[in-house]
């Protein structure tokens, strides 16, 4: 068992939580049961290392089978070790070292996508991560993230995306003007998400959602400039009916996505 939380190994399973060695290394850290058992089931091939602590491994049974499946080794860890490493309180018995896996915006494309969100100055990783989970509930073919967006593989936005980037492909440090021109040239109809455009409702009701679409979304604070929705088809806000001043980013982009998918679906 690991029970030296000082070690270099366990310094630099810690040292994953910083950008800085996240690129160096390619590897990114990975938290709690429900990440690790997404990476089990979808990617096991990206699982470098997992660390668990002996109690929460009997605590899941059925995550530790799927270790046995995949052929992943589990190494046993105290609970300070594992405070240690993890860049969250509460990492729930469960720590994973993962090779990072972007995938290329020629390849998305290239697969004929019908719904694909681009993440465009997002720089909160919650709101990242979200708009992940919630563009795979959608049913989306892919998430592309600009150079300028967070960094996918910050544990928060791996957190926030419960499992999901393991679930559908992810391309980053994108460049918009690329992007936008690719997906036109894809056949795919460009709708922004903004405060200043048109109701949803009437993109809805002009049956303009069913199209193979890309939605962009914008920063949090500042949204998306004049020059990027010059670019974009059509931009579209999400009405707010009450009385609430405005609507979380990630909540915005969900309803956006699924409007596109229930209309793709009908």
């Not at 046995?68 to 309180?89: N, R």
């Not at 990242?128 to 967006?149: E, F, H, M, N, Q």
Request: aromatic share 6%.
């Amino acid at each position: 068992m690991l029970d030296n939380p000082r070690s270099p190994r366990v310094r630099a399973v810690a040292k994953l939580a910083k950008r800085d060695a996240r690129l160096e290394s390619g590897l990114f850290l990975l938290e709690g049961p429900q990440a690790v058992s997404e990476a089990l089931t979808f990617r096991p091939e990206l699982v470098v290392e997992l660390f668990a602590t002996p109690t929460a491994l009997d605590r899941y049974a059925d995550l530790a089978q799927k270790a046995v499946d995949a052929q992943v080794e589990v190494e046993f860890v105290s609970e300070e070790v594992l405070e240690a490493m993890a860049d969250t309180v509460t990492p729930q018995g469960f720590v994973a070292v993962c090779h990072q896996f972007p995938t290329s915006v020629k390849k998305i494309f290239n697969a004929e996508p019908k719904l694909v969100a681009i993440l465009e100055e997002v720089r909160d990783p919650g709101n990242a991560g979200t708009i992940i989970r919630a563009a795979d509930a959608a049913g989306a073919d892919a998430v592309i993230l600009t150079g300028r967006s967070v960094d996918l593989y910050n544990p928060k936005v791996i957190r926030s995306s419960t499992g999901s980037i393991f679930h559908l492909p992810v391309a980053i440090a994108a460049d918009l003007s690329d992007v936008l021109d690719r997906a036109r040239s894809a056949g795919l109809q460009l709708f922004a998400a903004d405060i200043k455009g048109s109701d949803l409702l009437t993109a809805r009701n002009e049956g303009l959602l069913a199209a193979p679409t890309v939605w962009l979304f914008g920063n949090e604070a500042r949204g998306l400039t004049d020059e990027d929705l010059a670019r974009v088809d059509r931009s579209v806000s999400v009405p707010i009916y009450g009385e609430a001043e405005s609507m979380n980013l990630a909540t915005a982009a969900s309803v956006c996505l699924y409007e596109s998918a229930f209309a793709q679906r009908a």
